[in-house]
């Protein structure tokens, strides 16, 4: 058993225990108040074409991600857990824009191609080497106070090691025609407003800029990917025009 010393004296993990009572937000809220109620409404969008670059996409990449496993069917488990975890990056990235899965697909398209030309080494990852796929940082990572750029560049890097950890299909193969596919779809669309920017800009119009006049409502946007982040700024700001005239 874990033992901690205060000042001399023993501490096991049992005393504290004993002594140590958690709260969270509902227990404080309900003794003191003062933490705001969260309530969650999903909005769901309804009736989209199938050929929606978001959805079409999906659908490529879950094509892909079938054929990248029949392709390593006979390989090392390790091989297959580096190749699982790089279709799972591609697919948060996809559930967060299209221009944060475009940047981060060039980046394995770019991997593979070096490998074809020999350019490129067959790496060994292990799986924390790997780790910023799997999805975000915490706060209590280190990393969480690195800037930007410098974030997205070990992101990348970790990318490029995981499409190194597996020799690229051959050159007419199903995986190379489905990302050739991917690659121009999501690079004829990466800045243009998916469904779901689309319907916040017409809820922001409605709900902060009435008649055209802006109100005392703000809205706060989380978003994990710095392209994202860019995405939307640049992609709401495309809809002022709109509001101002409404």
Same mark, same amino acid.
């Given at each position: 058993m874990p033992i901690v010393r205060r000042g001399g004296v023993k501490v096991t993990k049992q005393n504290r225990e004993d002594v140590m009572v958690r709260r969270i937000k509902e227990d404080l809220r309900e003794i003191q108040g003062g933490f705001p109620k969260r309530v969650v409404d999903q909005i769901t969008l309804s009736d989209l074409p199938v050929d929606t670059p978001e959805l079409r996409l999906a659908s490529l990449l879950s094509e892909y991600q079938e054929a990248r496993e029949t392709h390593l069917a006979n390989h090392t488990k390790k091989v297959q857990a580096a190749s699982g975890l790089l279709i799972c990056g591609l697919q948060q990235r996809l559930f967060s824009s299209i221009?944060?899965?475009?940047? @981060?697909?060039?980046?394995?398209? #770019? @991997?593979?191609? #070096?490998?074809? *030309?020999? &350019?490129?080494?067959?790496?060994?990852? #292990?799986?924390?080497?790997?780790?910023?796929? *799997?999805?975000?940082?915490?706060?209590?990572?280190?990393?969480?106070?690195?800037?930007?750029?410098?974030?997205?560049?070990?992101?990348?890097?970790?990318?490029?090691?995981? @499409?190194?950890?597996?020799?690229?299909?051959?050159?007419?193969s199903v995986e190379k025609n489905l990302l050739k596919e991917m690659s121009e779809l999501a690079e004829?669309?990466?800045?243009?407003?998916?469904?779901?920017?689309?319907?916040?800009?017409?809820?922001?119009? &409605? @709900?902060?800029?009435?008649?055209?006049?802006?109100n005392r409502t703000r809205i706060i946007i989380f978003t994990e990917y710095e392209d994202t982040l860019r995405y939307l700024e640049r992609s709401l700001l495309s809809f002022l025009p709109t509001w101002r005239s409404d």
């Amino acid at each position: 058993m874990p033992i901690v010393r205060r000042g001399g004296v023993k501490v096991t993990k049992q005393n504290r225990e004993d002594v140590m009572v958690r709260r969270i937000k509902e227990d404080l809220r309900e003794i003191q108040g003062g933490f705001p109620k969260r309530v969650v409404d999903q909005i769901t969008l309804s009736d989209l074409p199938v050929d929606t670059p978001e959805l079409r996409l999906a659908s490529l990449l879950s094509e892909y991600q079938e054929a990248r496993e029949t392709h390593l069917a006979n390989h090392t488990k390790k091989v297959q857990a580096a190749s699982g975890l790089l279709i799972c990056g591609l697919q948060q990235r996809l559930f967060s824009s299209i221009e944060a899965f475009a940047r @981060t697909l060039k980046v394995h398209q #770019r @991997t593979v191609e #070096r490998q074809r *030309k020999g &350019l490129v080494a067959i790496s060994n990852p #292990r799986q924390s080497d790997l780790d910023l796929l *799997k999805g975000g940082i915490s706060s209590d990572d280190e990393r969480a106070q690195v800037n930007g750029p410098d974030l997205a560049a070990e992101e990348d890097l970790q990318f490029e090691k995981a @499409t190194a950890a597996v020799l690229p299909a051959m050159e007419d193969s199903v995986e190379k025609n489905l990302l050739k596919e991917m690659s121009e779809l999501a690079e004829a669309n990466r800045f243009l407003p998916d469904a779901r920017v689309k319907k916040l800009a017409e809820w922001i119009g &409605l @709900t902060m800029c009435p008649g055209g006049n802006w109100n005392r409502t703000r809205i706060i946007i989380f978003t994990e990917y710095e392209d994202t982040l860019r995405y939307l700024e640049r992609s709401l700001l495309s809809f002022l025009p709109t509001w101002r005239s409404d």
